[in-house]
């Protein structure tokens, strides 16, 4: 028998004998909608007191936009083209259409009688762009971005199980400042459970070259409620447990383990301190850490970890740190509202592992720390001191490029001027001391002053500007103890010292260009120039 029809007349043909095969399924006639092409081949008999054997039958349909009204285990399938095969034991469907509105692939087996040999097999694939994951999880919405090939199968318990290509996707843990990029092979594995709205995530996991996590997830219609991640490796270095719970307008986070790299939440950090965006609005997040030990950058750590801090956006709302540095110093830090500002202290007896943790400068070892700076009113810009006491300055190129640099018509340098070959390949310095003020993703320098016994320096300018360049000027002693002398002297200090921190014998420098490597030039007039002339030659 061959015939063609709308797919609820062809249904309900399925209910006749000696098919009788719908009612089985628990669909009705009227629960499709489309075109359908069926053969049907069967063998019966037609005289019941004849006693004939069971019929034979099979039946090939041949769908064109078939919709399913009554939904699917809770999905709505729509739009199918492809084909159904249907027998006394089972009925085989190998098409493509939509579950919502997402395009898919189906290969579903189900049996159609209690005796049935055939088990219930479900495979499902579709490829889910960020769009439509924001309309099936609205919660994951920063978690998972771009698009991942998706693979879900029915288990023999009722819960499906998923495996996900992410390569394309971007995957985001907002919480802890860690992005997974597009074109970066990653796979994510679980298994769902699926009732009344609620959707657990079990045995979850991703894996891609270099780092992975592993836990279990819950949403509620749509919306994000926890993850409880036992296992996190997000860098090399990483051991340690994350659990994300959905509070009130944001995310707790709580963080525990023995180690954690934490150069992504840095980045995050100054972009969010500078005025940059941070990474997106991702509404307010709450973290709690207790770490033996956090990886910054230039392989420095810092032990016995107790970290708290809180973010609303991309704005930083509070934070109360405390650790140890390799070297056994202490590292505080607590950023508080302080009437319509925010004010950040940092304090630390081991400044140089604290700048080379924060990826600032390399070449600085110990000094007593001090940082305070405020915010304005609106968060966008921050202002205040920093204040570093007994520091020195190893392999500093910069340091002995100024001293040794042929300037001039004459091409003295500055140790020839002083007569004397001045060493500063490292340098010790009893104060460093400067202003800063941080902007629209810049950092700049007011009243900066470096006092040391043997040399010394003034210097202003950008230290470092949203697109990572320097443009620093400054004046550099010798001699610095005795240089000042001049500027403590009444009348001829003012005269020639040119102020407190300016001595008598100086070069101007300005350094510029990219700030890992700028670029050093020197006024080859201020030389031998005492302080009051020297400002003249200062570059602008």
Do not use: C, H
């Not at 298994?191 to 959707?199: L, N, P, R, S, W």
């Not at 500007?465 to 005795?482: I, N, V």
Request: no cysteine; hydrophobic share 40%.
């Amino acid at each position: 028998l061959a015939v063609r029809g709308m797919a609820d007349a062809i249904g309900e043909l399925v209910t006749f004998r000696p098919v009788a095969v719908l009612d089985r399924t628990g669909f009705k006639p009227e629960d499709f909608s489309g075109d359908v092409r069926a053969s049907v081949q069967a063998k019966f008999g037609l005289v019941t007191a004849q006693e004939p054997p069971p019929p034979v039958w099979k039946a090939a349909l041949s769908l064109d936009g078939v919709d399913l009204k009554k939904p699917l285990d809770g999905q709505t399938i729509t739009a199918l083209d492809g084909t159904l095969e249907i027998d006394p034991e089972q009925a085989v469907l190998n098409a493509d259409g939509k579950i919502g509105p997402i395009p898919a692939s189906f290969t579903l087996t189900e049996p159609v009688s209690k005796d049935s040999k055939a088990g219930r097999s479900q495979t499902i694939t579709a490829t889910v762009d960020g769009d439509q994951i924001r309309k099936l999880a609205p919660g994951i919405g920063n978690i998972l971005k771009g698009s991942a090939k998706v693979e879900a199968t029915l288990l023999p318990n009722g819960r499906r199980a998923v495996k996900a290509d992410l390569t394309r996707a971007v995957v985001s843990v907002p919480w802890i400042g860690w992005t997974k990029g597009n074109g970066i092979p990653a796979k994510a594995a679980f298994e769902v459970t699926a009732k009344d709205g609620q959707i657990r995530l079990d045995d979850f996991s991703v894996d891609g070259d270099g780092f992975g996590v592993s836990g279990k997830l819950e949403f509620s219609r749509g919306a994000f409620v926890s993850a409880v991640f036992d296992r996190v490796r997000l860098a090399a270095e990483d051991n340690y447990a994350l659990t994300v719970k959905r509070a009130k307008g944001g995310y707790s986070v709580q963080v525990t383990g023995k180690s954690a790299d934490i150069r992504p939440v840095i980045d995050r950090l100054r972009s969010s301190a500078s005025g940059g965006s941070g990474g997106g609005d991702t509404g307010a997040a709450s973290v709690q850490a207790d770490l033996d030990s956090i990886i910054g950058y230039n392989k420095e750590r810092i032990g016995g970890v107790k970290l708290n801090y809180t973010m609303r956006g991309s704005k930083i709302a509070a934070v109360d740190f405390s650790g140890v540095t390799d070297s056994g110093q202490a590292v505080v830090s607590q950023l508080s509202r302080n009437g319509a500002s925010n004010v950040i202290r940092l304090t630390s007896g081991d400044a140089g592992s604290v700048v080379r943790f924060l990826d600032l400068y390399k070449r600085m070892n110990g000094g007593l720390l001090n940082l305070q700076m405020r915010s304005s009113p609106d968060g966008d810009a921050w202002a205040g001191n920093v204040d570093i006491r007994n520091f020195t300055l190893a392999n500093e190129q910069k340091l002995q490029s100024i001293v040794s640099t042929p300037v001039g018509n004459d091409g003295r340098s500055l140790n020839r001027a002083v007569r004397k070959d001045i060493d500063v390949s490292s340098e010790s310095f009893s104060r460093g001391f400067a202003r800063l003020i941080l902007r629209d993703g810049a950092i700049r320098i007011e009243n900066g002053i470096l006092r040391g016994s043997q040399v010394g320096a003034t210097f202003q300018g950008t230290l470092r500007d949203k697109r990572g360049a320097m443009d620093m000027t400054g004046t550099f002693m010798p001699a610095y103890g005795l240089n000042r002398l001049f500027a403590e002297l009444p009348i001829v200090g003012v005269i020639l010292g040119n102020g407190r921190d300016r001595g008598l014998l100086g070069i101007t420098f300005r350094l510029q260009g990219k700030f890992e490597e700028p670029k050093l030039v020197i006024n080859p007039l201020s030389i031998i120039a005492p302080g009051v002339f020297r400002q003249i030659f200062e570059f602008q």
